[in-house]
Nanobody, 127 residues
Framework: QVQLVESGGGLVQAGDSLRLSCAASGRTISLYSIGWFRQAPGLEREFVAAVTRGNSTRYADPVQGRFTISRDNTKNTVYLQMNSLKPEDTAVYHC?????????????????????WGQGTQVTVSS
């Protein structure tokens, strides 16, 4: 199985940028589609972005145009570049790995698709 570790979170001001990393160990990350989810206090975990094994991507509407997901299989890492951050982006961000295939990108937006999860990294955006 694969282990995932997120890093890159922190406290920033509105309008700033952060790049989150999701580093895999145990197995090569190229075997998995990877999703980013976030969870704010008192709220349910929500989909942020996903990248498939074939490098197709999908974004949640609130982050479309501001966030970019990418993968570097040579480094066994997936990234989430977050620009123009807003206070409502404040949450714990988790990456997750899915071994199964979905014929539609919407299939990668649900947590149940994913088999392995990281512990998360906190992102706090002040106004």
């Amino acid at each position: 199985q694969v282990q995932l570790v997120e890093s890159g979170g922190g406290l920033v001001q509105a309008g700033d940028s952060l790049r989150l990393s999701c580093a895999a160990s145990g197995r090569t990350i190229s075997l998995y589609s990877i999703g980013w989810f976030r969870q704010a206090p008192g709220l349910e975990r929500e989909f942020v972005a996903a990248v498939t094994r074939g490098n197709s991507t999908r974004y949640a509407d609130p982050v479309q145009g501001r966030f970019t997901i990418s993968r570097d299989n040579t480094k066994n890492t997936v990234y989430l570049q977050m620009n123009s951050l807003k206070p409502e982006d404040t949450a714990v961000y988790h990456c997750a790995a899915a071994a199964s295939y979905s014929p539609i990108m919407r299939g990668y937006t649900v947590p149940s698709r994913y088999d392995y999860w990281g512990q998360g990294t906190q992102v706090t955006v002040s106004s």
